[in-house]
């Protein structure tokens, strides 16, 4: 006898869905007349709350619209067609029109308020919808579009929830655990270079363990609790890339926001800059989607192949971080403090631009040999498999060098500065 398939998350589907689109309803009432009703009580900045307003109308009318509707068709066993989206170039087209609508837009304040938030959340959007384009189809659309729209809309919502109430946690025992070692590193060790440099190791242990550990583990629980339905390696790793690209799009805004309350071109640059390296939350979760999809029968050792994958995706998500927080410190100094980078500083900002460009660059070659030897290898595998389908670990170990290698002239450059930025940010400029 058939086992009759459980409907509880599709009503939980449905539910959310319903409230997340009367709460997109809401901001786009807010979105309208915020900036007429309002615009006394936030001064001369209208354009943060309505970007906050761009954000509510994305998860309430895209992501609870998905949800409901999808909801409903899993309730009612409505058939869902394979996904299909345009070519993925013409994502990079409509996102090339963007940043420049939007730099003039926002350079020129052509009525900023009303026309920037949409082209603000296009660019945070279009890279990452080109890495699903792109991904499936060479995988041949294996996903259908309810498993698709629910693994996204679980990316930006139960992935972004779950790290918000781990973030609340992870930084009590990151005094507990790193304080110790940070005392000790910048008490007793005062060794030169970036290898040997306590506060370059304090910075990767911090970056480590604020945002990719609880983000990798909590975009992975949709695509987890989606395991038992899939039916296919290209499957799984397709629903993973999607809930990555759900998290990517909110926290694109997230980062993109702030540029573009400070300055206009700079938001170009940041967009531009975090649309190269979109693939990298699609692709990390991707990744721990596969391994969960292997291990769902528990072969053995399965659990050491599925934490070496969340290992992995939590590496790349690590080197990624440490360049961009680094980035986003650096560019925000002058903001806060009034205080104009030396040169140090401004060599920093380009060596980190190139570094996030080399490792950006390294993730689109690992997503294509992950899909290519994906399409290759048969949807049967044994327990004795990789994480990473014909990915050596030697290739990955010659990437993982040839990145840390590219942070050796920050560190170099960094040395020497380190003092000067201390003092700014604690004394403020002389």
Not at 287 to 298: D, M, Y
């Amino acid at each position: 006898m058939a086992k009759i398939k459980s409907k509880f998350w599709a009503y939980v589907a449905l539910i959310a869905g319903v409230l997340l689109f009367l709460g997109g309803c809401a901001a786009i009432v807010g979105y309208l007349g915020l900036p007429i009703v309002f615009s006394g009580f936030f001064g001369d900045d209208v354009l943060t709350p309505q970007l906050g307003q761009m954000a509510g109308i994305f998860l309430g009318l895209v992501g609870g619209g998905l949800a409901a509707y999808h909801g409903m068709g899993s309730i009612r066993n409505w058939p869902s067609r394979p996904l299909k989206l345009p070519l993925f170039y013409l994502f990079w087209i409509a996102f090339a029109v963007v940043l420049g609508l939007g730099n003039v837009v926002l350079n020129f304040h052509v009525a900023e308020e009303f026309v920037f938030p949409p082209l603000f959340l296009l660019g945070a959007a279009l890279p990452t919808m080109a890495v699903l384009s792109w991904a499936g189809r060479r995988l041949d659309w294996p996903a259908t579009w309810r498993q698709s729209a629910l693994s996204l809309v679980s990316g930006s919502t139960l992935s972004i929830l779950v790290t918000i109430l781990l973030g609340s946690v992870l930084p009590i025992l990151l005094y507990l655990l790193v304080e110790p070692l940070a005392y000790s590193l910048f008490a007793f060790w005062d060794a030169p270079g970036i290898l040997l440099n306590p506060q370059v190791l304090f910075f990767v242990v911090v970056t480590a363990l604020q945002a990719p550990i609880p983000e990798e583990f909590a975009k992975a629980l949709g695509p987890g609790l989606m395991t038992r339905r899939l039916t296919s390696e290209r499957q799984a790793f397709f629903v993973g890339l999607a809930s990555g690209a759900g998290f990517a799009i909110l926290e694109n805004m997230l980062y993109q926001g702030l540029y573009a309350q400070w300055n206009g071109w700079t938001w170009g640059g940041i967009t531009l800059l975090r649309g190269f390296g979109s693939v990298l939350h699609p692709l990390g979760t991707g990744i721990i989607a596969l391994a969960l999809f292997r291990a769902r029968e528990r072969p053995a050792g399965w659990f050491g192949r599925l934490a070496r994958a969340y290992l992995l995706s939590v590496s790349l998500h690590t080197l990624w971080n440490g360049g961009f927080e680094l980035l986003v410190y650096f560019t925000g100094i002058s903001l806060y403090t009034g205080a104009q980078l030396d040169f140090y500083g401004q060599a920093i900002s380009v060596t980190l631009v190139v570094f996030l460009l080399i490792l950006s660059t390294g993730l689109w070659w690992l997503l294509r040999k992950i899909v290519l030897d994906l399409v290759v290898l048969s949807d049967t595998v044994t327990a004795k498999e990789a994480p990473l389908p014909g990915i050596s670990p030697r290739a990955v170990a010659i990437w993982a060098f040839v990145c840390v290698m590219a942070i050796v002239p920050i560190g170099a450059m960094m040395g020497p500065a380190w003092k000067q930025i201390q003092a700014i940010i604690l004394a403020g400029p002389p």
